[in-house]
């Protein structure tokens, strides 16, 4: 199993410009998480996911949008970069709710 | 919701000796409480996790307690070694619930 991968590692957008952040996992996982983590800090959860087909918001998702087609593939999309959303992205998934959550490597994104 | 409270944020110990991380979590439903360990460039990874049916769960070095009745559980660590020093995040959640709840983090730096 590959687990939970993402793609790209490195991303640097200029201010304004949308892109999508890949998320897949192979693990037939029905829960999915979109996480940003900021310099000495925790991990704020963006979106979220209980199945395909239905998506609901974290803490912070403004500017952030995800869809949910497919069990494997839970990409998450920014609609126009800003500086604020220079981060590190991570998804992760889990069986159930109750259940070790499973993370991926990680996307840094850098918005100039 | 559930909040978790993780202290101390930063914690230094001499190699050798012992690590306690705590965490309160404010939700009575939560019947699961996974930890992760961070380390520099990579995602979170599960290293322990404790159900709320037991009190206290060890995997050699590493050791977790829960206090139900107060709400709280804390990660141990005997005998740090260098490759300890990690970022560490204790969690919550519940089998209904549909994401879990991350604390803040706490930095271990072993000290040679």
């Known amino acids: 199993n590959a687990g939970v991968t993402q793609t790209p590692k490195f991303q640097v957008l200029k201010t304004g410009q949308s892109m999508t952040l890949q998320c897949a996992q192979d693990m037939n996982h029905e829960y999915m998480s979109w996480y940003r983590q900021d310099p000495g800090m925790g991990l704020r959860l963006i979106h979220y996911?209980?199945?395909?087909?239905?998506?609901d918001q974290g803490e912070v998702p403004n500017g952030y949008n995800v869809s949910r087609s497919t069990t494997e593939d839970f990409p998450l999309r920014l609609l126009s970069a800003a500086p604020s959303q220079t981060s590190v992205y991570f998804c992760?998934?889990?069986?159930?709710?109750?259940?070790?959550?499973?993370f991926g490597p990680g996307t840094r994104l850098t918005v100039t | 919701g559930e909040n978790v409270e993780q202290h101390p944020s930063t914690l230094s110990v001499q190699e050798g000796d012992s690590a306690v991380i705590k965490c309160t979590y404010s939700?009575?439903?939560?019947?699961?409480f996974p930890w992760y360990k961070q380390e520099l460039g990579k995602g979170p990874q599960l290293i322990i996790d404790i159900r709320s049916n037991v009190g206290e769960k060890k995997d050699q070095r590493i050791a977790v307690t829960l206090n139900k009745t107060a709400k709280h559980f804390s990660l141990h660590i005997t005998e740090t070694q260098p490759e300890d020093s990690a970022v560490y995040f204790c969690?919550?959640?519940?089998?209904?619930?549909?994401?879990?709840?991350f604390g803040s983090g706490t930095r271990l730096s072993i000290r040679p």
């Open positions: 992760a998934s889990s069986y159930s709710g109750d259940s070790s959550g499973y």
């Open positions: 939700d009575s439903a939560s019947n699961y």
């Open positions: 996911s209980v199945g395909a087909g239905i998506t």
């Open positions: 969690a919550a959640t519940y089998s209904s619930a549909s994401k879990i709840i």
